[in-house]
């Protein structure tokens, strides 16, 4: 019955199989040799000579068939195996467990409030078109495309921490310290998504059954919120899933900004030490996660609305 | 003004090219003018950008700094002009790469069209929603990070947005009655394509050259803000509000002077992007009412 479902289905699963390859070849594609770099770091930093370098290569199964690698490193994977980090010696997976929720809660809350902007402005400015609510929006999304968010976050910061001194400008803990960091990532999508409403809106209340309703007695807004909206959630929905790359770009940053331990700031934390192992982890976890919402979307939306479920 | 003159460049160059529209080779010699403009900005720096005297730190704006010095005693203004022609030069590179093999991909699976075209639109589609930092920031991490790793990793992410909006112009123009005209004619394949079809797609291609540029600009200040592509001290925007995140309290303009820049830097941008835009539309009606 599900049909659409499935389809999408096999397309995410493709999509992590692809993902599990290219996050399998970073590490065999950067620059230098792979083994040396292990064992650079194993051994404190002395250069391993060229029979140590064989020896250990063998002794790990480093010189199989790149595909046979690939399903033994796979394999590591799903028994939660991400490597050894180059820098602290610990399980990647540790360290990402440590780190993953405290992402989700920023991504989470900062989406909801990207949503709570979004939705009512969207709909203000379906409801007058060219109006002053309207002419605010847009404007506002067109000077945020020009602004680099990290720049904008400084300024948030020096506002109101450093200045009104409401705030705290770094750290996690308490709700006062996830308050920048949410507007932050909320503010660099609502206005997207408050456009995409508008415009979906408007497209909306061009069809037949909103001008029944309206003839049949219904007001401007009754007609909007239960006729207009319903249809418009399935779209807003699919865009809300696909502004999550956003939702992780922003993160990087303002994790970085903040001060927040989350894993944006440990992917930048193990690029510039050049920790491979963790790289490929924080890889494989962000798109996962990204890959893993769309497909949520998906199933929110055929829940939500009978003819996504239909069979294509 | 001189970019506004660049205009009257467009008859001229046409003559060298006959099948490109002149009004295309006036847009194009209004932005390699507006590209030339920036590129010239560091022989107007009143000092030199990299020399640090500790003497002059935190100097106020005044006569001999116009906009004072950071925390190292550098000339704020003088890095900046510098960070313009970095800025320019590496987002164009970029851009250059993206497009040349963004539009190669996309013209081909536009003409090829079928199985291909399909999994090659699939992957580009796959890849432009990806979170494009967070890939970047990866890719050229692996690459190991300095300037020519964040130019690579950002044309790999940017290239896909190309070869969509070329494959679509590419399969919109291939049915027009022109490129049926000349294949009637008998002439061959790539004489077509670069003689006919070229021409009619060089404009829309420069519109989204200039908007892409500013996405581009917009990423690798992000990146360098956090440390890859640029060495520390080295004058680029980003990495400029980096070092001077530790004074944003006692010295604010210090931060804000290059963000300002961007921002500006960007609306200048997208703004040219409007121009060509409407440019464009000009060409577009010309072909109703030919006037060159």
Known sequence: MAYRLWVRLTHALALIVFISVAGFALLRLMPGDFVEILLLSQMDGTLPDASQVARFAEANGLNDPLPVQYFRWLGAL???????????????????????????????????LALLIAIPAGILCALYPGGRIDRVCTTMTVIGMSIPNFWYALLLALLFSLVLGWLPSSGHGTLAHAVLPTLVIATSIAGVLARYIRSSLLEELTEPYIRTARAKGLGKIRTLLHHGVP????????????QFARVFDGMIIVETLFAWPGIGRFLVESLLNRDYPAIQGCFLVIATAYI????????????????????? | MALAQSFALGP?????????????????????????????????APNDPFHSQFLHRLQPPG????????????????????????????????????????????????????????????????????PALAICMIISGVLGLGLQAVIIALAAVHWTD????????????????????????????????????????????????????????????????????????????GRMIAESRSHLREYPRLVLAPGLTIVGFVIAINMLGDVIGDRFRDTRASYFHPKD
């Open chain 1, 78 to 112: 799903f028994q939660g195996d991400m490597g050894i980090s180059l820098v602290t010696r610990a399980p990647v997976i540790d360290d990402i467990v440590l780190r993953i929720g405290k992402s989700m809660t920023l991504a989470v809350a900062g989406m909801g």
């Open chain 2, 12 to 44: 001229i160059l046409g003559r060298f090219a006959p099948g490109v529209s002149r009004r295309v080779w006036g847009l194009a010699a209004f932005v390699v003018v507006a590209i030339v403009a920036v590129l010239i900005l560091p022989f107007f």
């Open chain 2, 162 to 237: 190309y070869a969509r909006v070329m494959r679509n112009v590419v399969m919109v123009e291939r049915g027009k009655t022109y490129v049926t005209a000349a294949e009637a004619l008998g002439v061959p394949g790539h004489r077509i394509a670069m003689r006919h079809i070229l021409p009619n797609i060089a404009a829309p291609l420069l519109t989204l050259g200039t908007y892409s540029l500013s996405w581009v600009i917009l990423s690798f200040a992000g990146l360098s803000f956090l440390g890859l592509g640029v060495e520390p001290g080295t004058p680029e925007w």
């Open chain 2, 63 to 130: 006569l001999d700094y116009p906009l004072g010095t950071d925390a190292m005693g550098r000339c704020v203004f003088s890095r900046l002009l510098y960070g313009a022609r970095l800025t320019t030069l590496s987002a164009l590179l970029v851009v250059a790469l993206a497009a040349g093999f963004g539009s190669a991909v996309g013209c081909l699976t536009g003409m090829c069209g079928g199985f291909i075209d399909r999994v090659v639109m699939r992957f580009c589609e796959g890849v432009s929603v990806l």
């Open chain 1, 292 to 312: 893993l919402v769309n497909l949520a979307v998906d199933v929110a939306i055929s829940i939500y609305d009978p003819r996504a479920r239909e069979i294509v």
């Open chain 1, 231 to 242: 249809n418009v959630v399935p779209g807003v929905l699919t865009l809300t899933g696909l």
